[in-house]
Protein backbone atom coordinates (compact mmCIF):
# COMPACT_ATOMS: atom_id res chain seq x y z
CA UNK A 1 0.00 0.00 0.00
CA UNK A 2 1.39 3.80 -0.75
CA UNK A 3 2.19 5.99 2.55
CA UNK A 4 -0.07 8.36 3.89
CA UNK A 5 0.36 11.90 4.55
CA UNK A 6 -0.80 13.78 7.19
CA UNK A 7 -0.50 17.31 7.26
CA UNK A 8 -0.97 19.19 11.39
CA UNK A 9 -0.74 16.65 14.21
CA UNK A 10 -3.63 18.44 15.84
CA UNK A 11 -6.84 16.72 17.26
CA UNK A 12 -8.30 15.81 13.63
CA UNK A 13 -4.50 14.75 12.50
CA UNK A 14 -3.26 12.53 15.53
CA UNK A 15 -6.86 10.91 15.50
CA UNK A 16 -6.67 10.12 11.71
CA UNK A 17 -3.15 9.10 12.39
CA UNK A 18 -3.66 6.63 14.52
CA UNK A 19 -6.41 5.10 13.35
CA UNK A 20 -4.60 4.21 10.05
CA UNK A 21 -1.31 3.27 11.67
CA UNK A 22 -3.48 0.84 14.04
CA UNK A 23 -4.74 -0.57 10.80
CA UNK A 24 -0.90 -1.05 9.67
CA UNK A 25 -1.30 1.76 6.86
CA UNK A 26 2.36 3.72 7.08
CA UNK A 27 1.70 7.39 8.21
CA UNK A 28 4.06 10.41 6.96
CA UNK A 29 3.02 12.81 10.13
CA UNK A 30 3.85 16.65 9.43
CA UNK A 31 4.39 19.03 11.72
CA UNK A 32 5.69 22.57 12.43
CA UNK A 33 6.16 21.85 15.89
CA UNK A 34 9.99 21.50 17.05
CA UNK A 35 10.53 24.47 14.77
CA UNK A 36 7.80 26.92 15.23
CA UNK A 37 4.20 27.56 16.54
CA UNK A 38 0.63 28.95 15.62
CA UNK A 39 0.02 31.71 17.52
CA UNK A 40 -2.04 30.13 19.84
CA UNK A 41 0.12 26.80 20.47
CA UNK A 42 2.72 26.60 23.48
CA UNK A 43 3.63 23.27 24.02
CA UNK A 44 5.72 21.13 21.99
CA UNK A 45 3.49 17.84 22.37
CA UNK A 46 0.66 16.62 19.75
CA UNK A 47 -3.40 17.23 19.96
CA UNK A 48 -2.77 20.31 21.97
CA UNK A 49 -5.81 21.98 23.57
CA UNK A 50 -5.28 25.73 23.45
CA UNK A 51 -9.02 27.10 25.03
CA UNK A 52 -11.31 25.52 27.26
CA UNK A 53 -10.32 21.74 28.68
CA UNK A 54 -13.77 21.04 28.73
CA UNK A 55 -15.77 18.48 25.91
CA UNK A 56 -18.71 19.54 26.63
CA UNK A 57 -21.07 17.16 28.53
CA UNK A 58 -21.08 13.64 29.23
CA UNK A 59 -24.90 13.19 30.09
CA UNK A 60 -25.72 10.35 27.72
CA UNK A 61 -28.93 12.10 26.30
CA UNK A 62 -27.02 15.17 25.28
CA UNK A 63 -25.73 15.65 21.65
CA UNK A 64 -22.67 16.10 22.82
CA UNK A 65 -23.01 13.16 25.03
CA UNK A 66 -24.01 10.70 21.87
CA UNK A 67 -21.67 12.27 20.21
CA UNK A 68 -18.96 10.77 22.54
CA UNK A 69 -20.70 7.52 22.53
CA UNK A 70 -20.92 7.35 18.65
CA UNK A 71 -17.18 7.89 18.41
CA UNK A 72 -16.48 5.18 21.27
CA UNK A 73 -18.21 2.64 19.31
CA UNK A 74 -16.21 3.83 15.95
CA UNK A 75 -12.77 3.17 18.30
CA UNK A 76 -11.86 6.70 18.28
CA UNK A 77 -8.44 6.72 20.08
CA UNK A 78 -8.16 10.54 21.45
CA UNK A 79 -11.45 10.03 23.13
CA UNK A 80 -10.47 7.13 24.44
CA UNK A 81 -7.14 9.17 25.62
CA UNK A 82 -9.66 11.73 27.07
CA UNK A 83 -11.33 10.00 29.56
CA UNK A 84 -8.32 8.35 31.00
CA UNK A 85 -6.74 11.77 31.16
CA UNK A 86 -10.21 13.59 32.73
CA UNK A 87 -10.54 15.92 35.69
CA UNK A 88 -13.47 16.61 37.49
CA UNK A 89 -16.34 19.09 35.94
CA UNK A 90 -19.52 17.66 36.82
CA UNK A 91 -21.40 16.16 34.09
CA UNK A 92 -18.58 17.53 31.52
CA UNK A 93 -15.72 15.45 29.98
CA UNK A 94 -12.72 17.64 30.83
CA UNK A 95 -9.31 16.63 30.34
CA UNK A 96 -5.59 17.71 31.80
CA UNK A 97 -4.74 19.03 28.94
CA UNK A 98 -1.03 18.43 29.58
CA UNK A 99 -1.36 14.74 30.50
CA UNK A 100 -3.74 14.52 27.49
CA UNK A 101 -1.36 16.00 24.85
CA UNK A 102 1.61 14.46 26.14
CA UNK A 103 -0.33 10.54 25.88
CA UNK A 104 -1.03 11.49 22.02
CA UNK A 105 2.03 12.73 21.19
CA UNK A 106 3.65 9.41 23.08
CA UNK A 107 1.34 6.69 21.24
CA UNK A 108 2.37 8.54 18.05
CA UNK A 109 6.43 8.43 18.72
CA UNK A 110 5.61 4.69 19.83
CA UNK A 111 3.63 3.74 17.01
CA UNK A 112 6.18 2.05 14.46
CA UNK A 113 3.75 3.02 11.22
CA UNK A 114 3.74 6.98 11.89
CA UNK A 115 6.84 8.41 10.80
CA UNK A 116 7.28 12.36 11.85
CA UNK A 117 8.49 14.81 9.89
CA UNK A 118 9.18 18.66 11.35
CA UNK A 119 8.18 20.57 8.12
CA UNK A 120 5.74 23.31 7.04
CA UNK A 121 4.55 21.51 3.93
CA UNK A 122 3.52 23.84 0.91
CA UNK A 123 3.08 21.72 -1.38
CA UNK A 124 0.93 18.58 -2.48
CA UNK A 125 2.30 14.67 -3.23
CA UNK A 126 0.32 14.28 -6.35
CA UNK A 127 0.98 10.22 -6.15
CA UNK A 128 -0.37 9.72 -2.57
CA UNK A 129 -3.32 10.53 -0.73
CA UNK A 130 -3.03 13.42 1.46
CA UNK A 131 -4.96 14.90 4.66
CA UNK A 132 -4.39 18.33 5.48
CA UNK A 133 -5.68 18.63 8.96
CA UNK A 134 -3.68 21.80 9.88
CA UNK A 135 -6.48 23.53 11.87
CA UNK A 136 -8.10 27.07 12.21
CA UNK A 137 -4.48 28.60 12.21
CA UNK A 138 -2.79 26.98 9.24
CA UNK A 139 0.23 28.58 8.37
CA UNK A 140 0.27 30.97 5.22
CA UNK A 141 2.52 28.29 3.53
CA UNK A 142 -0.07 26.08 3.53
CA UNK A 143 -3.03 28.22 2.96
CA UNK A 144 -1.31 29.14 0.20
CA UNK A 145 -0.68 26.01 -1.42
CA UNK A 146 -4.73 25.10 -0.53
CA UNK A 147 -5.58 28.15 -1.93
CA UNK A 148 -3.61 27.78 -5.56
CA UNK A 149 -5.62 24.16 -5.58
CA UNK A 150 -9.12 24.84 -4.83
CA UNK A 151 -8.90 28.50 -6.15
CA UNK A 152 -10.62 29.94 -3.49
CA UNK A 153 -9.94 31.82 -0.37
CA UNK A 154 -10.79 31.26 3.19
CA UNK A 155 -13.99 32.09 5.07
CA UNK A 156 -12.74 32.92 9.09
CA UNK A 157 -14.87 33.36 12.40
CA UNK A 158 -12.95 34.61 15.62
CA UNK A 159 -12.56 32.55 18.60
CA UNK A 160 -11.70 33.41 21.90
CA UNK A 161 -10.17 31.28 25.39
CA UNK A 162 -10.31 32.21 29.01
CA UNK A 163 -7.94 32.96 31.68
CA UNK A 164 -6.27 30.53 33.46
CA UNK A 165 -5.71 30.68 37.26
CA UNK A 166 -3.45 30.13 39.79
CA UNK A 167 -5.52 28.02 42.37
CA UNK A 168 -3.86 29.02 45.34
CA UNK A 169 -4.72 32.73 44.87
CA UNK A 170 -8.25 32.06 44.81
CA UNK A 171 -10.22 33.40 47.78
CA UNK A 172 -11.65 30.51 49.87
CA UNK A 173 -12.89 32.36 52.23
CA UNK A 174 -15.34 34.42 49.87
CA UNK A 175 -15.32 31.71 47.08
CA UNK A 176 -17.01 27.91 47.78
CA UNK A 177 -16.66 24.59 46.22
CA UNK A 178 -19.64 23.16 44.56
CA UNK A 179 -21.55 21.72 41.08
CA UNK A 180 -25.04 22.50 40.21
CA UNK A 181 -27.71 20.99 41.92
CA UNK A 182 -24.98 19.32 43.52
CA UNK A 183 -24.26 16.98 40.29
CA UNK A 184 -20.58 16.34 40.72
CA UNK A 185 -18.54 16.26 43.58
CA UNK A 186 -17.61 19.47 44.36
CA UNK A 187 -16.31 19.86 40.95
CA UNK A 188 -16.15 23.87 40.51
CA UNK A 189 -15.13 26.63 42.07
CA UNK A 190 -17.96 29.17 42.72
CA UNK A 191 -17.07 32.74 43.20
CA UNK A 192 -20.95 34.58 44.26
CA UNK A 193 -22.10 38.08 43.98
CA UNK A 194 -24.75 40.13 45.14
CA UNK A 195 -26.49 42.85 42.94
CA UNK A 196 -24.51 45.39 43.92
CA UNK A 197 -21.05 43.43 43.09
CA UNK A 198 -22.60 42.05 40.22
CA UNK A 199 -23.67 45.65 38.73
CA UNK A 200 -19.90 46.94 39.70
CA UNK A 201 -18.56 44.28 37.93
CA UNK A 202 -20.80 44.54 34.97
CA UNK A 203 -20.28 48.49 34.20
CA UNK A 204 -16.47 47.32 34.53
CA UNK A 205 -16.68 45.17 31.93
CA UNK A 206 -18.49 46.66 29.25
CA UNK A 207 -16.62 50.21 29.74
CA UNK A 208 -12.79 48.10 29.57
CA UNK A 209 -10.43 48.64 27.10
CA UNK A 210 -10.14 45.80 24.22
CA UNK A 211 -7.52 44.89 21.55
CA UNK A 212 -9.73 46.70 18.97
CA UNK A 213 -11.17 44.41 15.78
CA UNK A 214 -11.66 46.19 12.09
CA UNK A 215 -15.28 46.22 11.32
CA UNK A 216 -15.16 43.36 8.97
CA UNK A 217 -14.01 40.98 11.81
CA UNK A 218 -16.77 42.11 14.31
CA UNK A 219 -19.40 40.16 12.40
CA UNK A 220 -17.27 37.15 12.12
CA UNK A 221 -17.75 35.77 16.21
CA UNK A 222 -19.02 32.38 16.53
CA UNK A 223 -21.87 32.39 18.93
CA UNK A 224 -20.49 29.92 21.05
CA UNK A 225 -17.36 31.26 21.69
CA UNK A 226 -18.84 34.85 22.17
CA UNK A 227 -16.45 37.40 24.44
CA UNK A 228 -17.96 37.60 28.03
CA UNK A 229 -17.59 41.99 27.43
CA UNK A 230 -19.89 41.32 24.01
CA UNK A 231 -22.00 39.23 25.81
CA UNK A 232 -22.16 41.21 28.14
CA UNK A 233 -23.22 44.54 26.01
CA UNK A 234 -26.46 42.65 24.65
CA UNK A 235 -28.17 43.38 28.31
CA UNK A 236 -27.70 43.84 32.25
CA UNK A 237 -28.39 40.33 32.68
CA UNK A 238 -27.31 38.94 29.29
CA UNK A 239 -24.30 37.20 31.60
CA UNK A 240 -26.27 36.48 34.53
CA UNK A 241 -28.42 34.13 32.05
CA UNK A 242 -25.74 32.89 30.84
CA UNK A 243 -22.12 31.77 32.50
CA UNK A 244 -22.82 33.68 35.42
CA UNK A 245 -26.24 32.15 36.44
CA UNK A 246 -26.60 31.36 39.65
CA UNK A 247 -29.18 28.60 39.85
CA UNK A 248 -28.38 25.57 41.40
CA UNK A 249 -26.12 27.07 43.87
CA UNK A 250 -26.36 28.04 47.21
CA UNK A 251 -23.61 30.47 49.24
CA UNK A 252 -22.58 28.29 51.88
CA UNK A 253 -20.81 31.53 53.67
CA UNK A 254 -24.22 32.69 54.24
CA UNK A 255 -26.39 30.11 53.29
CA UNK A 256 -28.29 32.09 50.67
CA UNK A 257 -28.92 31.93 46.71
CA UNK A 258 -25.90 34.66 44.95
CA UNK A 259 -27.68 36.96 42.30
CA UNK A 260 -25.05 36.24 39.85
CA UNK A 261 -21.75 33.25 39.91
CA UNK A 262 -18.52 33.20 38.32
CA UNK A 263 -17.59 29.49 38.03
CA UNK A 264 -13.70 28.11 37.67
CA UNK A 265 -12.94 24.77 36.57
CA UNK A 266 -10.18 22.45 37.48
CA UNK A 267 -7.44 22.82 34.33
CA UNK A 268 -5.13 19.65 35.35
CA UNK A 269 -5.76 16.58 37.69
CA UNK A 270 -3.60 18.39 40.35
CA UNK A 271 -6.23 21.47 40.40
CA UNK A 272 -3.06 24.01 40.72
CA UNK A 273 -5.36 26.02 38.04
CA UNK A 274 -8.48 26.84 37.13
CA UNK A 275 -10.06 28.20 34.15
CA UNK A 276 -12.90 31.02 34.46
CA UNK A 277 -16.16 28.90 32.78
CA UNK A 278 -17.32 31.07 29.83
CA UNK A 279 -14.33 34.03 30.19
CA UNK A 280 -13.49 33.79 26.43
CA UNK A 281 -12.22 38.10 26.16
CA UNK A 282 -10.75 40.27 23.59
CA UNK A 283 -10.29 42.63 26.95
CA UNK A 284 -6.28 44.04 26.56
CA UNK A 285 -4.17 41.99 29.46
CA UNK A 286 -3.97 44.74 31.98
CA UNK A 287 -8.34 45.35 31.58
CA UNK A 288 -8.51 41.78 32.51
CA UNK A 289 -6.39 42.03 35.49
CA UNK A 290 -8.26 44.73 36.77
CA UNK A 291 -11.78 43.80 35.95
CA UNK A 292 -11.75 40.20 36.58
CA UNK A 293 -9.95 41.11 40.28
CA UNK A 294 -13.14 42.76 40.94
CA UNK A 295 -15.11 39.34 41.19
CA UNK A 296 -15.28 38.38 44.59
CA UNK A 297 -13.06 35.79 45.91
CA UNK A 298 -10.40 37.07 42.53
CA UNK A 299 -8.73 40.38 44.25
CA UNK A 300 -5.81 38.61 44.09
CA UNK A 301 -6.20 36.33 41.62
CA UNK A 302 -2.66 35.67 39.40
CA UNK A 303 -3.10 35.19 35.73
CA UNK A 304 -0.87 32.09 35.09
CA UNK A 305 -2.84 32.63 31.22
CA UNK A 306 -4.77 35.78 30.22
CA UNK A 307 -7.90 35.21 27.78
CA UNK A 308 -6.78 35.64 24.12
CA UNK A 309 -8.42 36.08 20.19
CA UNK A 310 -7.53 34.96 17.47
CA UNK A 311 -8.81 34.29 13.75
CA UNK A 312 -9.64 31.19 12.60
CA UNK A 313 -9.59 29.81 8.65
CA UNK A 314 -11.88 27.38 7.49
CA UNK A 315 -12.73 25.96 3.98
CA UNK A 316 -16.04 26.41 2.43
CA UNK A 317 -16.78 22.83 2.62
CA UNK A 318 -20.28 22.58 0.42
CA UNK A 319 -18.68 24.80 -2.40
CA UNK A 320 -15.20 23.05 -2.34
CA UNK A 321 -15.85 19.74 -0.62
CA UNK A 322 -17.76 16.17 -1.03
CA UNK A 323 -19.83 14.54 1.22
CA UNK A 324 -16.56 12.18 2.07
CA UNK A 325 -14.66 15.74 3.16
CA UNK A 326 -12.24 15.70 -0.13
CA UNK A 327 -11.22 17.99 -2.14
CA UNK A 328 -13.88 18.20 -5.25
CA UNK A 329 -11.00 19.11 -7.68
CA UNK A 330 -8.69 16.42 -6.10
CA UNK A 331 -10.33 13.26 -4.32
CA UNK A 332 -6.75 11.84 -3.07
CA UNK A 333 -6.61 15.31 -0.61
CA UNK A 334 -8.95 14.84 2.38
CA UNK A 335 -9.68 18.00 4.43
CA UNK A 336 -10.12 17.65 8.41
CA UNK A 337 -10.43 18.94 11.83
CA UNK A 338 -11.60 22.72 11.92
CA UNK A 339 -10.30 23.48 8.36
CA UNK A 340 -13.09 21.42 7.08
CA UNK A 341 -15.62 23.55 8.88
CA UNK A 342 -16.75 21.73 11.96
CA UNK A 343 -15.99 23.64 15.44
CA UNK A 344 -15.09 21.88 19.05
CA UNK A 345 -12.36 19.33 19.68
CA UNK A 346 -14.82 16.21 19.61
CA UNK A 347 -15.92 17.34 16.39
CA UNK A 348 -12.44 18.00 15.11
CA UNK A 349 -11.49 14.33 16.65
CA UNK A 350 -14.47 13.05 14.54
CA UNK A 351 -13.50 14.78 10.94
CA UNK A 352 -10.17 13.08 11.49
CA UNK A 353 -11.88 9.49 12.47
CA UNK A 354 -14.26 9.72 9.30
CA UNK A 355 -11.69 10.80 7.25
CA UNK A 356 -9.54 7.95 8.47
CA UNK A 357 -12.09 5.34 7.52
CA UNK A 358 -12.76 6.52 4.01
CA UNK A 359 -8.79 6.84 3.49
CA UNK A 360 -8.08 2.84 4.50
CA UNK A 361 -11.21 1.96 2.41
CA UNK A 362 -9.80 4.03 -0.56
CA UNK A 363 -6.68 2.17 -0.12
CA UNK A 364 -8.57 -1.23 0.14
CA UNK A 365 -10.29 -0.35 -3.36
CA UNK A 366 -13.42 0.13 -1.13
CA UNK A 367 -16.67 1.96 -0.79
CA UNK A 368 -16.34 4.66 0.78
CA UNK A 369 -18.33 5.39 3.55
CA UNK A 370 -21.48 8.13 4.94
CA UNK A 371 -22.97 8.28 7.81
CA UNK A 372 -26.62 8.84 8.13
CA UNK A 373 -28.28 12.15 9.40
CA UNK A 374 -29.50 9.78 12.39
CA UNK A 375 -26.09 9.83 13.73
CA UNK A 376 -24.57 13.29 15.10
CA UNK A 377 -21.64 12.60 13.25
CA UNK A 378 -23.85 12.11 10.26
CA UNK A 379 -25.58 14.78 10.63
CA UNK A 380 -22.42 17.69 10.55
CA UNK A 381 -21.38 16.21 7.67
CA UNK A 382 -25.06 16.56 5.98
CA UNK A 383 -25.34 20.50 7.50
CA UNK A 384 -21.82 21.47 5.53
CA UNK A 385 -22.36 19.21 2.67
CA UNK A 386 -25.64 21.20 2.19
CA UNK A 387 -25.33 24.20 3.69
CA UNK A 388 -25.66 27.55 1.88
CA UNK A 389 -21.98 28.52 0.29
CA UNK A 390 -22.92 32.13 1.03
CA UNK A 391 -23.79 32.05 4.36
CA UNK A 392 -22.11 28.84 5.75
CA UNK A 393 -20.59 28.63 8.99
CA UNK A 394 -18.64 26.78 11.29
CA UNK A 395 -21.03 23.85 13.61
CA UNK A 396 -20.78 21.85 16.87
CA UNK A 397 -22.79 19.07 17.55
CA UNK A 398 -26.33 19.09 18.16
CA UNK A 399 -29.94 17.51 18.11
CA UNK A 400 -30.81 20.16 14.97
CA UNK A 401 -28.84 18.81 12.66
CA UNK A 402 -30.15 15.15 12.93
CA UNK A 403 -33.36 13.74 10.91
CA UNK A 404 -36.47 15.08 13.09
CA UNK A 405 -38.39 12.45 15.57
CA UNK A 406 -42.05 13.51 16.27
CA UNK A 407 -42.08 13.44 19.84
CA UNK A 408 -43.48 16.50 22.44
CA UNK A 409 -41.63 15.23 25.64
CA UNK A 410 -38.26 16.55 24.82
CA UNK A 411 -36.37 14.52 26.90
CA UNK A 412 -38.20 10.88 25.48
CA UNK A 413 -37.02 12.38 22.26
CA UNK A 414 -33.48 13.17 23.00
CA UNK A 415 -33.50 9.25 24.17
CA UNK A 416 -34.69 8.10 21.30
CA UNK A 417 -32.31 10.31 19.23
CA UNK A 418 -29.44 8.55 21.31
CA UNK A 419 -31.22 5.11 20.83
CA UNK A 420 -31.39 5.67 16.97
CA UNK A 421 -28.12 6.88 16.80
CA UNK A 422 -26.64 4.36 18.41
CA UNK A 423 -28.34 1.21 16.26
CA UNK A 424 -27.45 3.28 12.97
CA UNK A 425 -23.92 3.73 14.21
CA UNK A 426 -23.87 -0.38 14.66
CA UNK A 427 -25.06 -0.87 11.56
CA UNK A 428 -22.30 1.13 9.55
CA UNK A 429 -20.11 -0.83 11.67
CA UNK A 430 -21.15 -3.59 10.30
CA UNK A 431 -20.53 -2.28 6.73
CA UNK A 432 -17.05 -1.12 7.50
CA UNK A 433 -16.08 -4.01 9.17
CA UNK A 434 -17.81 -6.84 5.94
Do not use: W
Request: aromatic share 10%.
Amino acid sequence: MLNVNIIGAGLAGSECALYLANHGIKVNLYDIKGKQFTPAHHSENYAEIVCSNSLKSDDENTASGVFKQELTLLGSALLKTAYENRVPAGQALAVDRDAFSASVTQQIKQNKNIILHCKDVDEFDKNSITVIATGPLTTPKMCEALKQKIGEDFLYFYDAASPILDAESINMDVAFEGSRYNKGENDYINCPMDKDEYLKFYNELINAKIVELHNFEKKNIFESCMPIEILASRGVDAIRFGPLKPVGLINPHKNNKPYAVVQLRKENKYATMYNMVGFQTNLTFGEQKRVFRLIPGLENAEFLRYGVMHTNNFINFPKCLDKYSRLKVDNKIFIAGQLSGVEGYVESIASGLYCAINVLRTLKNESLISFSADTIIGGLYNYLTNADPKTVQPINANFGILNPIQERDKQLRYKKFRLRSLESINQTLKQIKE
